[in-house]
């Protein structure tokens, strides 16, 4: 049984969802939620396996919930929503949600989608996809502007490396690494060692 649960403020819309979800053989809702807050507090206590996450919820957003349950828990979250602009879904995404899917899909298609993430398969609603594979296009790739020893350390975070274990291995002082991270940050113009880390997969620096 796949385990989930179901964040929604809109109640129509949770218990909808619910009430077909529950219809399936292999599907066991074990907690649902109506704001970001309480949604994180559901999922860190039931440990699902998929989460159905809104976005825009009094209470908590989507994406602070998401950025929240992801700093412990193992789960697949599945952001389902009515919005596909650049300022929620991007960041929706660079939170740590798995999978991108708007309100207009069908209910077999949320079904489906929460089988794919608990083997490990994205679904990306088209237009989001659209618009992603545009912005990476568009994007100046910011790390060639970084050394050969830079973009080594660059890999090391995403792979979730600490300065010990990069030191380590690229055999230089800790005092040597924290020069690299700090001008990786600054040349990949982002605030900390997540974001960092988040561009090296994004640009596939990374295997996966």
Known sequence: MIRVV???????????????LSTEDDLD??????????????????????????????????IEATEEIMKT???????????YDDEKMFPALEAGAFSYMLKTSSADEIADAIRKAYAGENVIEPKVATKMMSRFQKEKSLHDDLTKRELEVLKCIGEGMTNQ????????????????????????????????????????????
């Open 6 to 20: 179901v964040i929604d403020d809109h109640d129509v819309v949770r218990k909808g969802v619910i009430a077909y």
């Open 29 to 62: 809702i074990v907690g649902e939620a109506s704001s970001g807050r309480d949604g994180a507090a559901v999922v860190k206590q039931q440990k699902p396996d998929v989460v159905l996450m809104d976005l825009i919820m009094e209470g908590g957003t989507g």
């Open 165 to 208: 274990e990069i030191s380590d291995v690229l055999y230089i002082g800790i005092k040597t690494v924290k020069t690299h991270v700090s001008h990786v940050l600054s040349k990949l113009e982002v605030q900390d060692r997540t974001q960092a880390a988040v561009y090296a997969h994004r640009k596939g620096l990374v295997q996966a």
């Open 73 to 83: 828990e193992e789960c697949r979250i599945i952001i389902l929503t009515s919005y």
